[in-house]
């Protein structure tokens, strides 16, 4: 809020207040030569230097911050967006550093480990940031971090800090040095400029292409799929006023029937597919039509991680669903497709994060001259056209293009695609129709800040949940409710 930009320095070595603690890289672990040139931008001239480091996904983020945290050698703490990527950050400090498990202790609402005595703590944002009421022991751990003098943390994701209630964090915690990676500086509010006030500048920049060309990341083929909507589907499409439209076009047949086309190819081809879908509806519709497994917020740790060990290692599940939980911090190396059927708007942050999730280098995939797939299916003469416009900028500036796919060969032969008669199409509708508004809207997750105000027509009934239910009334005839014994009298 002063308007000055923040630029801290912390001499670690000559630190003799906090206690050093004992971690050190393993010989195994190697850095590529722009790892390398993004650490030295950071430790110059024997200090640490607060600020952000910015790498494509994909291309070891996570050995860039192990690694700051055993050359300062000082209590660390990390602070990540789930649970989920807590435990990869644990498994990230295991495989790369000498630390065991021990030194290293998590804070999540899932696992609350013992803090006494440990030198790296990782915990999530909305764990530090959470102001209802704690259980016991996470008030203990709460009253422990803040008392304690940490030497660096590390802002896993960083771009989610500007939000009002996240950058908090930085309140709470006190910290000698502050280390934000991130893959995409981007935000659609533009409060990506208060990074410079509350960590630090940016330390170092990574060229996407110049990675791809020397095979630390993937290359990757994005293609946008122009899905036509169906006469039906486009009438109700051009009359209806309220967000049901963003139901209508991600529910559109034709999409559907793309979606299972590229699904069936990619997984005769034993590739492994990631669809995404912002909307949860239409998420829950595609996944339990084609019998996939899916991830959505509601969605607990344990089976998360089922799910994605399942992913990772059971040759049967190619396939799997999710929402935006998984647009970061999810560690899928083995995924090479993604399909995206339904977005947050013209987000060009969420574009750029959703392409990591593929971007990891491929083992053995050399012979091809892609050896990733991205496609977008887009409902044609819909707002869906124009928010993919704006969403592909920061990978069009980054160097990337995009093929557009009109038709999809072959589709048509293919006995087994659902919603090819009119009847299906009908009946597909009627669902769409019936759902509630609130159906419509996407989903929402921590860190991204107030939703935009919107007005819709409403009703009483749906306070009570009876959106789905019909009423109707009907008229009986006066003979029906004659009584034999007035009969006779009324004649």
């Known amino acids: 809020e002063l308007e000055h930009p923040l630029l801290a320095e912390y001499d670690f070595r000559n ?51 192990v690694t700051a945290c055993c050359t300062v050698r000082k209590r660390a703490i990390v602070l990540c967006n789930s649970g989920v990527s807590v435990e990869q950050w644990k498994q990230q400090f295991k495989m790369w550093s000498t630390a065991d498990d021990s030194m290293i202790c998590r ?34 751990t709460m009253k422990w971090l803040q008392t304690q003098e940490w030497g660096i943390m590390v802002l896993d994701e960083v771009h989610t800090i500007p939000a009002k209630m996240f950058r908090r964090v930085l309140t709470i915690v006190q910290s000698h040095c502050k280390l934000g ?13 208060d990074l410079n006030f509350l960590i630090g500048p940016k330390l170092y920049e990574a060229n996407w292409l110049e990675l791809q060309s020397k095979n630390y990341i993937a290359k ?3 293609a946008e799929v122009w899905c036509p909507m169906t006469p039906e589907f486009y ?28 699904i069936k190819y990619h997984e005769k081809r034993g590739d492994k597919t990631i669809v995404f879908s912002d909307n949860v509806f239409a998420l829950r519709h595609y996944a339990i039509k084609m019998n996939k497994p899916f991830i959505f917020g509601p969605t607990s740790q344990n089976e998360r991680i089922q799910i994605l060990q399942n992913f990772k290692f059971n040759p049967k599940v190619n396939t799997i669903f999710v929402s935006k939980v998984a647009d970061t911090s999810f560690d899928l190396p083995e995924a090479n497709v993604l399909i995206q059927i ?5 987000s060009r942050r969420q574009e750029a994060q959703r392409l990591g999730r593929i971007l990891r280098a491929k083992k053995g995939a050399v012979a091809e001259e892609y050896n990733a797939f991205f496609y977008t299916l887009v409902s044609q003469d819909t707002l869906e056209m124009a928010y993919s416009r704006k969403r592909q900028r920061f990978l069009v500036n980054q160097g990337y293009s995009y093929k557009v796919v009109t038709k999809l060969a072959g589709i048509e032969n293919d006995p087994d695609i659902f919603y090819k008669t009119r009847e299906e199409q009908a009946l597909l509708l009627q669902q769409v129709l019936a759902a509630s508004d609130l159906d419509a809207d996407e989903e929402r997750i921590p860190g991204e800040g107030p939703r935009p105000g919107t007005r819709r027509p409403g009703n009483i009934g749906s306070m009570s949940g009876a959106d789905d239910a019909v009423y109707m009334e009907y008229k009986r005839s006066n003979s029906l409710i004659k009584h034999p014994l007035f009969k006779k009298f009324r004649a």
């Open 342 to 346: 339904s977005s947050q708007g013209g």
């Open 220 to 222: 990757v083929q994005c």
């Open 107 to 140: 804070f999540t609402s899932e696992a609350k480990d013992k803090p006494m005595g440990c030198g790296i703590l990782i915990t999530t944002y909305s764990m530090i940031t959470h102001t209802q009421k704690r259980s016991w022991e996470a008030e203990q």
């Open 181 to 193: 990676l991130t893959a995409t500086l981007l935000r659609e509010d533009d409060k990506i400029a």
């Open 235 to 262: 009438k109700e499409y051009l009359t209806l006023k309220t967000s049901k439209k963003l139901l209508l076009y991600t529910m559109n047949p034709n999409k559907f029937r793309a979606a299972q086309f590229l």
């Open 15 to 65: 630190d003799t207040v906090n206690a050093d603690i004992n971690i050190d890289l393993k010989p195994s672990a190697v850095l590529r030569p722009y790892q390398e040139k993004s650490l030295r931008k950071m430790f110059g001239n024997g200090r640490a230097r607060s600020g952000v480091i910015v790498l494509p996904c994909g291309a070891g983020k996570s050995l860039v911050g």
